[in-house]
């Protein structure tokens, strides 16, 4: 089966920029979501098809998708931007939603 | 924008069943795909698979993570615009917070969820 892979945790100063991973086999061919989670609360999408953001989201946020590595790019932190994130694809393989392990990200 | 709402949580019995519904309010239901997510305590979020109800049971109309087939069933009524995740043969690590999130469908697969259920909390215990 796909895997996509996360690194577990990113730390980042107020005001700079986080940069989260995620890494697959030719991801780059593939559309990646992104969607955010904080405590409590249910996952929020916060970009579709590797760079596309939906209505309401910040333009802080932003996506690509290159290779084997999709980024989800948080410009000028903020400290309510502290979430867990996770990236997921379509394994059109096995015809399976696929989630990576997410990365909690902590503002400093 | 469409609300999903789901039903109150469960306790529940090892080699029990359980039955979780999320009604879709204020927005499309039938063409789009109802996921079903489920999150453990602690853990990161687990697809179990999902349903298209204009297409039901059908052929693609259901779609099943691996780990879950043959003990989770989906199903979905449109007249009530309400979906339903039934999981077999619960055991304690079945508990966890169970979404239901709304996607979309393209011929070349299932795409991003745009809408999310509150969760519903799935206690296993003895």
């Known amino acids: 089966s796909y895997v996509v892979t996360q690194p577990p945790s990113e730390s980042v100063a107020p005001g700079e920029t986080a940069r989260i991973t995620c890494g697959g086999n030719?991801?780059?061919?593939?559309?990646v979501h992104w969607y955010q989670q904080k405590p409590g609360q249910a996952p929020e999408l916060v970009m579709y098809?590797?760079?596309d953001r939906p209505s309401g989201v910040p333009d802080r946020f932003s996506g690509s998708n290159s290779g084997n590595t999709a980024t989800l790019t948080i410009s000028r932190v903020e400290a309510g931007d502290e979430a867990d994130y996770y990236c997921?694809?379509?394994?059109?393989?096995?015809?399976?939603?696929?989630f990576g392990g997410g990365t909690k990200l902590t503002v400093l | 924008q469409v609300q999903l709402v789901q039903s109150g949580a469960e306790v529940k019995k090892p080699g029990s069943s359980v039955k979780v519904s999320c009604k879709a309010s204020?927005?499309?239901?039938?063409?789009?795909?109802i996921n079903w997510v489920r999150q453990a305590p602690g853990q990161g979020l687990e697809w179990m698979g999902g349903?298209?109800?204009?297409?039901?049971?059908?052929?693609?109309?259901?779609k099943f993570s691996d780990s879950f087939k043959g003990r989770v069933t989906i199903t979905a009524d449109e007249s009530l615009t309400t979906a339903y995740m039934e999981v077999n043969s619960l055991r304690s690590e079945d508990t966890a917070i169970y979404y239901c999130?709304?996607?979309?469908?393209?011929?070349?697969?299932?795409?991003?969820?745009?809408?999310w259920g509150r969760g519903t909390l799935v206690t296993v215990s003895s």
């Open positions: 999130a709304r996607g979309i469908f393209l011929s070349s697969g299932w795409g991003r969820f745009d809408s």
């Open positions: 030719f991801i780059g061919g593939k559309s």
């Open positions: 098809d590797d760079s």
């Open positions: 204020g927005g499309t239901f039938g063409n789009y795909a």
């Open positions: 997921q694809v379509w394994d059109s393989t096995r015809d399976q939603v696929v």
């Open positions: 349903i298209i109800p204009i297409f039901g049971t059908a052929s693609n109309g259901q």
